[in-house]
């Protein structure tokens, strides 16, 4: 059993320590350069923060630098969609892990388009359709951001345009998948529409600061220590977070889960979002990723975290 669990934790310590271990390694993995404007970003940046669940915060590096959040946008449409519409979303989604690519075609042509769980990307296009019911486009696009906005408690979160356009510019696997499911009837609006939800909640930007607040929630039972508001049933943000351990990493995630033990969800803008349930919200982000999508230097920094920490939910 980890003896971290008797000793006080000392986080800013911890936190420091991982940056000084990270910072020789700046610039590792690969940027998602299938995306044009994420190619652009500077690959030598990391960031960490550890957001508590009584609001402290301990980050180091590149914590205020805001980056594009990605597939970590799909834990918090989820999270609207689950309270807009309860359990009936699993009739148009699984909550298996996938095994295959996060942009995969394979297992939906196999599986008459029901994706296998709502963070890849079929399964996200999925979750956004269900939550458009009832809006325009643009409105929920700016009920997504609104969302994350009160969940960080900062209204300083923004859409960042150019990776919006560039995303909707060549995302032509997203197109296919979106197009594939609404051939099964699985998708009931306009694939365009869903589309052009989906790119936008991708392209916002965050820092870690910000992110790790957007996260509270999931490591307080439901509640944002922040604001003192319930934004879902502690079972519900249980559920969520058995979900983002299982599946959050795409086809990584059963490594992930070996390596760190938190509930996490990646995107490919080098982010991770990890939540220690009952303990804190924790942020990373560098923009090199591994072979399977998910940050290279943010999975090594998260593993350490865990570690030194005790905070891995498999602990003794």
Not at 13 to 28: D, F, N, Q
Not at 150 to 172: C, H, K, M, P
Request: hydrophobic share 45%; net charge neutral.
């Amino acid at each position: 059993m980890d003896d971290t669990h008797s000793a006080p934790i000392d986080l800013a310590t911890i936190v420091a320590g991982i940056y000084e271990e990270m910072k020789p390694r700046l610039g590792e993995g690969k940027v998602a350069d299938y995306i044009p404007q994420l190619a652009r970003v500077d690959p030598a940046q990391f960031g960490l923060a550890v957001v508590t669940i009584d609001g402290t915060v301990h980050s180091a590096g590149d914590a205020a630098v805001p980056f594009s959040i990605q597939s970590i946008s799909k834990a918090f449409t989820l999270t609207l969609a689950l309270g807009k519409h309860g359990e009936s979303i699993w009739r148009r989604v699984g909550r298996e892990p996938s095994g295959s690519a996060f942009n995969s075609i394979v297992q939906l042509e196999a599986e008459q388009g029901k994706p296998r769980n709502p963070f890849i990307n079929a399964g996200a296009i999925a979750i956004t359709d269900l939550i458009l019911a009832g809006h325009t486009p643009k409105e929920l696009i700016g009920e997504i951001l609104r969302f994350l906005r009160y969940l960080a408690n900062d209204d300083e979160i923004v859409i960042d345009r150019d990776v919006a356009q560039s995303e909707a510019a060549t995302g032509f696997r997203n197109v296919a998948l979106a197009n594939f499911m609404r051939s099964f009837g699985k998708l009931d609006h306009p694939a365009e529409h869903v589309l052009g939800v989906y790119f936008h909640q991708c392209a916002i930007a965050m820092n870690c600061i910000q992110l790790a607040r957007a996260g509270l929630f999931l490591a307080n039972g439901g509640t944002s220590p922040l604001t003192g508001h319930s934004v879902v049933s502690r079972q519900r943000a249980k559920r969520i977070n058995a979900l983002m351990l299982t599946c959050g990493h795409y086809d990584g995630s059963g490594d992930f889960a070996y390596h760190v033990g938190l509930p996490g969800k990646s995107g490919v803008g080098g982010g991770i979002l990890a939540v220690a349930p009952g303990k804190a919200s924790i942020a990373v982000w560098s923009p090199g990723l591994n072979q399977n999508g998910n940050s290279l230097l943010g999975s090594l920094a998260l593993e350490k975290l865990a570690s030194r920490t005790g905070w891995s939910v498999f602990a003794g």
